[in-house]
């Protein structure tokens, strides 16, 4: 089963995001081992990438995908790695050394979106992802 990690540049305070990544995480089980790590710096966030797993850094001039390209990028990443990764910046994104760590560079949208929710929707975006690789019903 395919490793997750989710490596965030700090920890969510409000109650109602925590509570919507737990919900997410929960669902993710089904499909792989969903992990969240959070780090206190961009130092901390970089150190966190380890060399075997597929990595992608989500930053605005990343590659603008739609929710089924998301699948076939995490289904083709499955098929060579046990382990995949996303990571998120805090509030000023990814300082570009640890962009070049990554693999691949995902933009969400040219909208700015604040990094807490950025994790709830990236979690929303990858249960997706594997219900459409399942042939779910989840994605319509």
């Known amino acids: 089963m395919l490793n997750l990690r989710i490596l965030c540049h700090g920890g969510l305070k409000e109650n109602y995001l925590r509570e919507a990544c737990a919900e997410y995480v929960k669902r993710l089980g089904a499909y ?3 992990e ?3 780090a206190k710096d961009d130092r901390t966030l970089a150190a966190l990438i380890k060399d075997r797993e597929y990595t992608v850094a989500l930053c605005v001039e ?8 998301l699948a ?4 083709s990443a499955m098929n060579f790695h046990s382990s995949v990764a996303f990571v998120i910046g805090g509030s000023e994104g990814l300082p570009e050394s ?6 691949f560079r995902l933009s969400f949208s040219k909208m700015t979106f604040p990094h807490q929710l950025m ?8 249960y997706r992802a594997f219900n459409i690789n399942q042939n779910g019903k989840y994605h319509k």
């Not at 990343?62 to 390209?69: P, Q, R, Y």
């Not at 076939?72 to 289904?75: H, K, N």
């Open 72 to 75: 076939q990028l995490l289904s």
């Open 119 to 126: 994790r709830v929707i990236l979690l929303e975006q990858l």
């Open 32 to 34: 792989c081992r969903p």
């Open 62 to 69: 990343g590659k603008e995908l739609s929710s089924t390209e």
């Open 36 to 38: 969240i790590l959070e």
């Open 98 to 103: 640890t962009k070049a760590l990554c693999d």
